[in-house]
């Protein structure tokens, strides 16, 4: 494991500042218009809102931040960390009596919130009784005039030579809750920025390169890399904003990274089939590519979620690399990140501040970013780590001896049927990558019955010419059961009309299996 100093957030912002000066971090629309933001800039920015909550005595606090991907947002949100407070982001989208419940467990003393998030705040400050201040991020003006009066020149300049305690806990990241209830992951500012202090294995995010970050910066995957770990590099990062329009920003902002889950890489690659097909006006494969995903894509980060080896070699095929890495929220985030040269069946190579080991077939961790804990939930943290110390991951896989880790599937999706066969339902998934027209898919068991569940891609197959999707879909999957051993044998496909409900991180909610009645 890597030996290195970990800064903090106060020395990563001054260290970019003085290296990158006025070249742009962070830019996005505002009215229309193009907004850039320098490195000097944002830190200017985030220490004047320190200086800010410092004067107000806000220190030491548990503070939620609920709202989209905006400028204001990631400068409160640095600016929460510079002063000692601790950070707890939320989507904007969780629903009211989600946010109680949460609220009330983080116990939140202060919210920050924007336009899309009001309503939902008013209604939580009544039924949360500890929290005490709100503060409207899409407010403009205020934000201006805070940035204004505790300005570097201002007689507060002193306030933001304040650090941090870096062991303390600076952030609480609630699980998404794929299965079962949501854990508050406790990481301290040396868990966050080690993170991001791992030597690449590419040159994917070389300094002046430009990036698109379209995952919420609620989850620590997106904040992590696409805010701490491009600020540390040198990178410009284009907020996409909503998610809608990611096409029209892709041609805006003509990035060369960006960082995705599956779907959305499959989505993309989706559309560029789609007018390559269609039946009016179909368009050359160049032309397609560029029309989704503008002139200069060079690389597509995938996390989140398994990623095909089918889907790899078809974006090899247009020019682009796409790969994925593999992390958690209580490993800090990365574990792995990838290169141009591992197996399109890993998840990349293991960073140089990591340790990996595998225990019966499941990943286990060591690592300087590994997180404090769950909030107020000793028995589960303590469920959470090995005897000796080592984070269980809950995935099964293996490590080669060049450091390329493999993830063959998740203990707590195995299907056990009645005979005791174990069945990972991603091992099957895994079969329906290469055919397209399929959206997505998900396997699960029915009294020892293997179900597919399938959400097809309409246009694609309407293109094609196809009139009976299922009976298309049945013929390939006598083929795909034709040389699988008896336990993964599809018994059923079932077709749905909507795509299947999500985790706020993107990754789909499992049906529960039913062995037997």
Not at 176 to 194: A, E, F, Y
Not at 271 to 286: A, E, F, G, I, M
Request: negative net charge; charged residues 25%.
């Amino acid at each position: 494991m890597k030996d290195f100093y970990v800064p903090d957030l106060h020395e990563l912002l001054e260290e970019a500042a003085g290296k990158f000066g006025d070249k742009t971090f962070i830019k996005y629309i505002q009215d229309y218009e193009i907004v850039e933001k320098s490195f000097r800039q944002v830190r200017d920015d985030s220490f004047a809102l320190c200086r800010y909550f410092l004067f107000n005595s806000v220190c030491g606090k548990h503070i939620a931040i609920a709202g989209k991907t905006t400028y204001n947002f990631i400068i409160y949100f640095f600016a929460v960390l510079l002063s000692g407070n601790v950070a707890v982001p939320f989507s904007p989208d969780i629903s009211t009596n989600d946010a109680i419940k949460l609220f009330d467990d983080a116990d939140i003393d202060m919210i920050l919130y924007d336009n899309s998030f009001a309503a939902e705040s008013d209604k939580i400050g009544v039924a949360v009784q500890r929290i005490s201040k709100y503060i409207n991020i899409s407010d403009d003006e205020s934000f201006n005039k805070i940035l204004s009066d505790f300005s570097a020149k201002s007689r507060f300049a002193s306030l933001s030579d304040f650090r941090i305690d870096k062991n303390k806990c600076a952030l609480i990241i609630y699980t998404s809750g794929t299965t079962g209830k949501r854990k508050g992951v406790m990481l301290s500012s040396n868990s966050l920025i080690s993170n991001v202090m791992y030597t690449d294995y590419c040159n994917a995010l070389d300094e002046g390169m430009v990036s698109l970050s379209v995952l919420p910066m609620h989850h620590v995957y997106c904040f992590s890399g696409d805010c701490i770990r491009n600020l540390r590099d040198g990178v410009t990062v284009c907020l996409n904003g909503d998610l809608r329009n990611l096409n029209a920003n892709l041609r805006l902002f003509e990035p060369n990274v960006m960082r995705v889950v599956p779907l959305i890489a499959q989505s993309l690659l989706q559309r560029v089939r789609n007018l390559v097909t269609r039946k009016n006006n179909p368009l050359p494969q160049d032309e397609a590519i560029k029309s989704v995903f503008g002139k200069n894509m060079i690389w597509l980060i995938s996390g989140g979620a398994y990623l095909s080896p089918e889907l790899v070699e078809s974006y090899n095929a247009i020019g682009i690399y796409l790969r994925q890495g593999y992390g958690m929220t209580e490993a800090g985030c990365r574990i792995s990140v990838p290169d141009e040269t591992v197996s399109y069946d890993s998840v990349g190579r293991v960073i140089d501040i990591c340790d990996v080991r595998t225990q019966n077939g499941e990943i286990q961790v060591k690592t300087p970013s590994v997180m404090i804990g769950y909030y107020k939930q000793p028995e589960e943290t303590k469920k959470m780590f090995t005897p000796d110390g080592w984070l269980r991951t809950g995935d099964i896989g293996y490590v080669t001896e060049d450091r390329q880790l493999f993830i063959t599937g998740r203990l707590k999706n195995l299907i056990i049927l009645s005979g005791g066969e174990n069945v990972s339902p991603e091992a099957i998934e895994k079969k329906f990558a290469p055919i397209h027209e399929v959206s997505e898919v998900q396997i699960y068991a029915e009294n020892d019955r293997i179900i597919a569940e399938v959400y097809p891609d309409k246009e694609y197959c309407e293109n094609l010419g196809i009139d009976d999707i299922k009976a298309a879909l049945e013929e390939k999957i006598k083929i795909m059961n034709s040389s699988a051993k008896a336990s993964h044998i599809i018994s059923e496909l079932r077709l749905r009309d909507i795509p299947f409900e999500k985790t706020e991180s993107g990754k789909m909610k499992r049906k529960e299996t039913i062995v037997s009645k």
